[in-house]
């Protein structure tokens, strides 16, 4: 045996451990926030032993439009813009599909939906024509869009009402072989893998993440930064049309201002998921889980005979947290940076 | 004719305030002939009733943007601050809106912090507080049923009293903000230094400013003056409500956009969004006056904010 055959299995079992932090550093949220979701449910279990299916479930349905409404929010923060209009499109899906669903057979509600899918991506495309056009500021245009699109919901249906058939509901509110295995958590890992996968093994993916990293950079190397932006924007629409359809699945109604909610927490969700507002980093995986978790702190308050009002409270402060935490870390680095380059220099 | 238009247009960008009257002029002419009768002294005077409380908002988001920020917690704390001065009314006058502002000014150090010395970005920050100081309220609200809020009538003189009948006395509290703002950021320090944060953040850095003191004030203040605009709110509604101020969240962040000040910060004045406030109170009369149904009031008022915004972008680019 010779020595470098000796050495040889080392490396690699060395440069496998490499791989895998190198993932980690890549994919920060693939591993952090499976074990945040992991740790939530086990402080469930541990403060309610009785936890079962049914919370299971309510937990699915709970969540899933505020999984959508961070999706849709991490596919246009990934390309560098932001969406405050998320919500309000939920709510414009949502009121459409209660209000036209509510005498139509199984058959002619899932075609419903798919129109209804439709008129998400057209929503978005809307906020991205003006983004792209207007070349006023993301924050802005999509602040008053959000405004617009509320006004649209309650054109629609002035007051909480409408329904759909029961097999359409039980697509979200009922549950697959298992008791466990919940319908409206199908649908969201359906939803990801159906609209997602697809765009992020394409071109289209690597345009998402170079426009949102360096636009200038993107431009220059001749990608169409226009166009990606507005697509951007497309994808956050036809996400927050899922959510919508979720949202009525869960609900059994619609509701004009149910959706307004999901703007802010779908973005705390995104941000607490590991996507960056400055764009470029970050994937969906991440923001989808942070959904759920965002969803348990209610949960557990109750289980805790807390208040759940301080749900809230607590998330802002969770987001506040997460920031602070990730810009002193910056900060602290920044300043062994210094020293560093200061030590170089004397 | 093009170079005329042409030169009209330099016009315009040169003086981008003067357009703006010029657009306020139009839009209170074409009321007056949509509706004759109905610009009187007193529907001005009502006007600039209404304006103050977004003019004192606009305000604090003017010195925040100047800075490249942006606060989304301006709504929240208007709202804090109305409801624990409401629920302290018993406790006399000056303690009550102690209480009121106290809220403003503990937000706008949080957010000051974590914005200047943690450098957090501006938007996901003041997101966050705007969450929790919404939830804490919540909770709040249902902590104290025993004291009912109370709206104090000097508050409610100030958010819809008027002087002499024809002068709001919340223009009393808006005028001297305004001067003090207009003048501030013209010609002291603070105000320059918030200009060349907002421009370039690391040549300050290299030229030995403290950044982190300039963005905590700046924050500090905007807490502080959305607190006022709450009382002034709370003032005209008479009523302490915890969703007070929600609505006013859109127009603090357009009248400033409108205004010509750019959230990407070092461009623009107070003066801007000054006109910028009256602009979209006059637009809200006129979808009042056109008694048109909420929906399509609020579709319309979102539609002109984009196109007024756009055309403000496009034309000073």
Known sequence: MTAAEDIEPKLRVKSRLGGFRRFVQRHPSLVGMPALVIVFLAVTLAIHPEYGSFDAQSLAMGAMPLALAAAAQAVVLISGGIDLSVGSMIAVSNVLAASTMENATFGQSLVLAAAILVAGALQGAVNGLIVVFSRVPDVVVTLTTGFIWGGVALLILEKPGGGAPEEFLSLGAGTLFSPWLSGALVLVAAAVAIIWIPVRTSRLGLLLYAVGSDRAAAFRSGVNVELTRFLAYVLGGLFSAVGGIGLTMTTGIGSPLAGIYYTLSGLAAAVLGGVSLAGGRGGIVGPVLAAYVLTLIPTDLIFLNIDPNFGQVIQGTLIVLVVMGGGLVTLLQGRRRESASGLNNS | ?317
């Open chain 2, 1 to 317: 004719m093009r170079a005329i238009g042409r030169s009209a247009l330099g016009v315009l960008r040169r003086h981008t305030t003067a357009a703006l009257v010029v657009l306020l002029l139009g839009f209170v002419g074409g009321i007056e002939i949509a509706v004759p009768g109905t610009v009187t002294p007193i529907w001005i005077s009502n006007i600039v009733l209404f304006a103050a409380p977004l003019g004192i908002l606009a305000a604090g988001q003017t010195l925040v943007m100047l800075s490249g920020g942006i606060d989304l917690s301006v709504a929240s704390i208007a709202t804090a601050s109305a409801y624990l001065m409401a629920t302290h009314s018993s406790l006399g006058g000056v303690p009550a809106v102690l209480w009121g502002l106290a809220a403003g000014l503990v937000v706008g150090l949080i957010n000051g912090v974590g914005v200047a010395i943690l450098q957090v970005q501006p938007l996901v920050m003041t997101l966050g507080t705007g969450l929790m100081t919404e939830g804490s309220l919540i909770v709040y609200s249902q902590k104290i049923l025993a004291t009912a809020p109370r709206v104090p009538s000097f508050i409610q003189a100030l958010g819809s009293g008027k002087v002499f009948g024809a002068i709001p006395i919340d223009l009393l509290l808006w005028a001297p903000i305004a001067v003090v703002v207009l003048i501030g950021l013209r010609s002291s320090g603070f105000g320059r230094l918030l200009y060349a944060v907002g421009d370039n953040r690391e040549a300050c850095k290299l030229s030995g400013v403290r950044v982190w003191q300039v963005l905590l004030a700046d924050y500090v203040l905007c807490g502080l003056l959305a607190a006022a605009a709450g009382l002034v709110i709370v003032g005209g509604t008479n009523n302490a409500d915890i969703s007070l101020a929600e609505v006013y969240l859109l127009p603090s962040v357009a009248a400033v956009i409108i205004g010509g000040t750019s959230i990407f910060g070092g461009r623009g004045g107070y003066a801007g969004s000054i006109v910028g406030a009256v602009i979209l109170t006059v637009l809200n009369s006129l979808l009042t006056l056109l008694d048109a149904p909420e929906p399509i009031r609020q579709i319309l008022y979102g539609a002109i904010i984009l196109i007024l915004a756009t055309a403000y972008t496009r034309l000073t680019d």
